[in-house]
Structures are given as C-alpha cells and as structure tokens.
T-cell receptor, first 112, second 116 residues
Framework: TQLLEQSPQFLSIQEGENLTVYCNSS?????LQWYRQEPGEGPVLLVT?????EVKKLKRLTFQFGDARKDSSLHITAAQTGDTGLYLC????????????FGQGTELSVKP | GAVVSQHPSRVICKSGTSVKIECRSL??????MFWYRQFPKQSLMLMAT?????????EQGVEKDKFLINHASLTLSTLTVTSAHPEDSSFYIC????????????FGPGTRLTVL
C-alpha cells in the first residue's frame, strides 16, 4: 500500500508563530503537490514540486521536496489568521495514470 | 488557468432516491477525471478514475453499482449516487487532468450531498 503520512493532523497556533507540516512516505513520488482547502470548497493548488531537493517559496510559505523524492515539508513563517484551513499534501507515482495519493491533511487554526 | 465546475453545489434528497452530480472542465479538455469523497475534517478519498469513452475504474471498497460514473465527453463527467442512504451524505469532489499531462489535477468546488 502506498501511503503518505502527514503530520501533525491538527495544529493550533497564535498569529505570528512559525509552523512546519511534514509529509513522509516510503514510496518515491514523481511529483508532490500541496493544497489548501477551506470548508465547503474544493482544494486549491499551492505548489507542485518535481525535482529532488527542490525548494519553492510562495510569499510566507516555503515548500521542500526531499532529495530522494519520498518526503516534503511546508513551512509557514509568521502565520496569519487568513492561513487557517486544511492543508493537504498529495503525490503522484509514475505509471499510475496521474492518480493522487493524499496525506491525511493538517487542520491549521491560527488565532489572533 | 484550468477551471472545473460542479453542479449542484448542494443537494438534499430523501433516502432511496438517486442524485446526479455533474463535473465540467470549463476551459480545457480532461481526458481523465477523478471522483473523491470527503468527510468533515478528513482528507480526500479517491472513489474512481474516469477516462473519456471508457468504463470507470473504481477503488477497492467502492460499489460501482451504487456510484455510477459516466465520462461521455472530454469536458463532462457525471456521478450518480443510486438509492442514496444517509451514510452516503458527504462532500463529493471531482478533478480533471488537462490533456495528457499526468502531474496536475484541477479540482472542482465540491458538492455537498445530504440524504435525509
């Protein structure tokens, strides 16, 4: 079974704090995506990483793809209340027709 | 961008009835579409993969006779929940892959199904 372990599953922090979400697997992924989802809406793609060791930045969000393409992290600097939401990592594995394997999700709550 | 729509956004039905949910790719051709269900505060669970013009491939544990999927064109896939029961109440989300790219799925806004 191909699993993508995401942690933590719940995170409650104060505005201004930093946080990191991790996704780990024993499988090698051809690409890994991070999504953010708000209640009652579909997931919105934040970033796609495809190269081992790749780092991408999106304002206060930093995404890393592990050298072996088995793990990834999302780091948020100086969290804001608007960052509240469900964060999902999802990976694709070669020759699986684009099927996404999702992590369990991280429910982030940023309090003022 | 690549936009996917779903209709309806919310539906309430009585137990035993059937409900059809549409998923459309508005500005691209989606050779492959996926259907997910999601329970509150949980991740997405893949139900089936739908390829245009062929039968859908269902994930283990998903009843193909209960969740009928049709992908009749490159821009439309439908999911019909037959003989719905309260336990089928969930958030159903579709996604599409643009052309033959296998790396990026574009998600619809979801459909909230409530079965009374």
């Amino acid at each position: 079974t191909q699993l993508l372990e995401q942690s933590p599953q719940f995170l409650s922090i104060q505005e201004g704090e930093n946080l990191t979400v991790y996704c780990n697997s024993s499988s090698v992924f051809s690409s890994l995506q991070w999504y953010r989802q708000e209640p009652g809406e579909g997931p919105v793609l934040l970033v796609t990483v495809v190269t081992g060791g790749e780092v991408k930045k999106l304002k206060r969000l930093t995404f890393q793809f592990g050298d072996a393409r088995k793990d990834s992290s999302l780091h948020i600097t100086a969290a804001q209340t608007g960052d509240t939401g469900l964060y999902l990592c999802a990976g694709t594995i070669r020759n699986q027709g684009g099927k996404l394997i999702f992590g369990q999700g991280t429910e982030l709550s940023v309090k003022p | 961008g690549a936009v996917v729509s779903q209709h309806p956004s919310r539906v309430i039905c009585k137990s035993g009835t059937s409900v059809k949910i549409e998923c459309r790719s508005l500005d691209f051709q989606a050779t492959t579409m996926f259907w997910y269900r999601q329970f509150p505060k949980q991740s997405l669970m893949l139900m089936a993969t739908s390829n245009e013009g062929s039968k859908a491939t269902y994930e283990q544990g998903v009843e193909k006779d209960k969740f009928l999927i049709n992908h009749a064109s490159l821009t439309l896939s439908t999911l019909t929940v037959t003989s719905a029961h309260p336990e089928d109440s969930s958030f159903y989300i579709c996604s599409g892959i643009r052309g033959f790219s296998t790396d990026t799925q574009y998600f619809g806004p979801g459909t909230r199904l409530t079965v009374l």
